[in-house]
């Protein structure tokens, strides 16, 4: 029977370990001494296995999580970059219940970690409604088709199998744009079609704003700079301007 690496090992080191203890013996002749410092050696033991089987190991395991989760947020970052914010000011425009979002949405940048957590659970329950007559669907079709290889790539990124809810926002997405690729013709719906379409866009707006929410909170506590660039883009702030400038400045300009 073939041994694994793991019992050869083992093997090895109690053989050395008794090779050890006989050349010691031979060299000392004192028996005596080499069994009290084995026996003091395995009253050791539990600590040792204590200390390094589940501190030690608890500590690599969580700087291991927190290079995924840094990871992950590149994946976060890119996604948004090239089609969460697009898709989040579009949809939060056709919103007609936006004021109850964006009013809590535009001072961010002076958010402490509870009052993310606070407003997170807030947003739960809110209600994301579309107005899908004032969506142009064509418009919305074309962006989402023009994105559909970089979804894909997306969804095969190993690192998404350790955020469940992202990997449902890009679902929810991924579906969408299949629902509008399939009918060729996007004009003269009738209004059961439209209400279904709402229903997908509603879930990938729900989404949307959740991940986003998660995003800028990770982004406000680790990455101050991406942060930055964040608020100077917000897409729940219509006076927002990518130009670093005083507010009052930014408030003219708009």
């Known amino acids: 029977m073939k041994l694994s690496w ?28 080499i069994f009290n410092y084995v026996f003091n050696s395995l009253g050791y033991l539990p600590l040792n296995v204590l200390l390094v089987t589940i501190i030690l190991n608890r500590l690599l395991a969580n700087r291991a999580r927190q290079n ?16 969460g914010t697009w898709l989040l000011t579009y949809l939060s425009d056709n919103d007609p219940n936006l004021c109850k979002l964006s009013g809590d949405l535009v001072k ?34 074309t962006f989402l088709s023009s994105k559909r290889d970089f979804s894909l790539r997306l969804l095969e990124n190993p690192l998404l199998l350790e ?20 009918r060729r013709d996007l004009q003269g719906l009738p209004d059961s079609d439209y209400r279904h379409l709402a229903g997908d866009i509603e879930r990938v707006y729900f989404l949307l704003v959740m991940e986003w ?24 702030d219509k006076n927002a301007c990518v130009t670093v400038r005083s507010p009052e400045a930014c408030a003219e300009i708009t």
């Open 108 to 141: 961010i940048d002076r958010w402490s970690e509870e009052e993310f957590v606070r407003v997170q659970d807030k947003f739960k329950s809110h209600n994301y409604s579309i107005d899908i007559k004032k969506i142009d669907i064509k418009v919305l079709s």
């Open 6 to 33: 793991e019992a050869r090992l083992g093997i090895i080191l109690v053989l050395l370990s008794i090779t050890i203890y006989s050349i010691k013996y031979m060299i000392n002749g004192d028996a005596e001494n």
């Open 68 to 83: 995924k989760m840094e990871k992950m947020n590149i994946v976060v970052g890119v996604f948004f970059s090239e089609i």
């Open 213 to 236: 929410m998660a995003y800028m909170r990770s982004l406000n506590s680790n990455y101050p700079y991406l942060f930055s660039l964040a608020m100077r883009t917000n897409p729940f």
């Open 163 to 182: 955020n469940e809810s992202f990997t449902n926002l890009l679902r929810s997405v991924f579906h969408l744009t299949e629902e509008l690729e399939h």
